[in-house]
């Protein structure tokens, strides 16, 4: 049966077959720049992995389409396991070619604030982020004037904060399932005091362009909206220009002293979980984290362990086929992500920074990236480090060893990592 023509049906296909273990055919509708991104075999490597954590398929539901750009239909269908469930994400054309595909936690209800979240303090307003083709649309969460008890800045004294997500396509909110922990972060923080701009990542709002780009660099995916977006908040009248911070969550927090590096009139920097360990080893470690626990996961670390090798490697060139490297990142994602080193660039700022890491955070952890932190800024008076123990890598509370399934229930970010972020603003 053919499905060219009807994104919906291209994509329950795609979701049964993979339910099947029917990769081969899946791979077969991949067009050109999937096929250069997906070696062959990642996919099921990556789907025995996510299925294997949550006990196997039990259905695979509705697709769900949103209106085509660019000539590309996004579709979600969602799969429900043993344990929780998640969303097979993908980009179709008219002709039923893949374009995107992607596993992210289930989808559920509507998000609903947490209890810190209070949304008479503060009003949003959309924005855009950069200009030209490659623009973004955001959103600025602005403080009102004053509340019960005790009078809020007065105008033009507000402190700012630009959020950045992690590694990913993220939308501004860093949607995961049915959580969106920026949005926690963003309107938190603005009940609080705090100016907050949080805009779609590149990657996002423009993947058919990313994707066509040559040389596409981490850079070129956050430091020119991050900039772009620094500037915007610091142009609005209700906000201190000289207390501007940028917040990076993951690899926002990595890149972040390369956005204050490149826009000098950065007050700090706020890094939640960030990177600091070599992605290439990172990589490696995570995959055998989850192989541990799941033996289904084995075939996506071996996979994962010969991709980070060439990475990491010498024999990384700019030829390098992006099908062939963790991800499917391009080489030159790789390469500059190899020539930077995070902590080195924090430390020569001389601009205050807070670091926030979660205790049971597997993805980004204490010994492997916070000592790197530690290491080069612990020493400095201007620097605090703060850990979670109960937080996971989205600083949702828990307990026990952390696993992907933990993601998928609806939850917010910790309340005390708000507020300590609020505090640490509200001083500097």
């Known amino acids: ?39 062959p075999g990642m996919l099921g490597a990556a789907w025995a992995g996510e299925v294997g954590q949550r006990g196997g398929v039990l259905a695979v539901g ?13 579709v979600s269908v969602p799969v429900s396991c043993d344990r929780g469930g998640l969303t097979l994400v993908m980009s179709v054309d008219e002709a039923g070619r893949l374009h995107g595909l992607r596993l992210g936690p289930a989808t559920g209800g509507p998000w609903t604030p947490p209890d810190y979240a209070v949304p008479r303090r503060f009003t949003e307003r959309e924005v855009t982020v950069g200009a030209g083709p490659a623009a973004v649309p955001g ?31 993220f939308d501004r909110d860093e949607t995961s399932g049915v959580n969106k922990p920026l949005k926690d972060l963003a309107w938190g ?18 993947p058919d362009q990313v994707a066509q780009a040559s040389g596409f660099t981490v850079t070129d995916e956050y430091v020119p909206h991050a900039a772009a977006a620094v500037r915007l908040l610091q142009q609005h009248p209700g906000v201190d220009p000289s207390r501007v911070f940028v917040l990076g969550h993951s690899l926002g ?31 490696v470690r995570v995959a055998r984290y989850l192989a541990a626990a799941d033996p289904a996961a084995a075939a996506f670390a071996e996979t994962m362990a010969r991709q980070a090798a060439l990475a990491g490697g010498p ?15 391009a080489a030159s994602f790789w390469l500059d992500l190899r020539d930077y080193d995070p902590v080195a660039t924090a430390a020569g700022l001389g601009r205050p920074v807070l670091i926030l890491q979660g205790g049971r955070d597997y993805q980004v952890t204490v010994a492997d990236d916070l000592a790197r932190w530690r290491a080069g800024l612990g020493h400095r008076d201007d620097v605090a480090i703060r850990v979670y123990e109960a937080d996971n890598h989205l600083f949702f509370p828990g307990s026990g060893r952390s696993a992907p399934a933990e993601y998928d229930p609806p939850q917010h970010v910790d309340p005390a990592v708000v507020a300590d972020i609020a505090e640490w603003l509200a001083g500097h």
Do not use: I, N
Request: a positive charge; glycine letters at 12%; proline letters at 8%.
């Open 253 to 283: 927090g990595r890149v972040a002293p390369r956005v204050a590096a490149a826009q000098a009139s950065v007050a700090g920097l706020v890094l939640l979980a960030g990177d600091a360990e070599p992605m290439a080893d990172k990589a």
């Open 189 to 206: 923080l603005a009940s609080r005091g705090v100016a907050v701009l949080r805009f779609d990542k590149v990657t996002f709002a423009h």
């Open 1 to 39: 049966m053919t499905t060219a023509g009807d994104p919906a049906a291209t994509a329950r296909a795609v979701a049964e077959q993979a339910r099947d273990g029917r990769f081969a055919e899946v791979e077969e509708r991949y067009a050109a720049p999937l096929r250069a991104a997906l070696a």
């Open 315 to 329: 024999g990384l060139a700019a030829t390098t086929p992006a099908a062939e490297l963790p991800f499917g990142w």
């Open 62 to 74: 509705e697709p769900v389409t949103e209106p085509a750009r660019a000539g590309l239909a996004r």
């Open 139 to 169: 959103t600025m969460s602005l403080p009102r004037g004053r509340r019960p008890g005790r009078a809020w800045r007065r105008a033009g004294e507000c402190p700012g904060v630009v959020l950045l997500g992690g590694g990913g396509p």
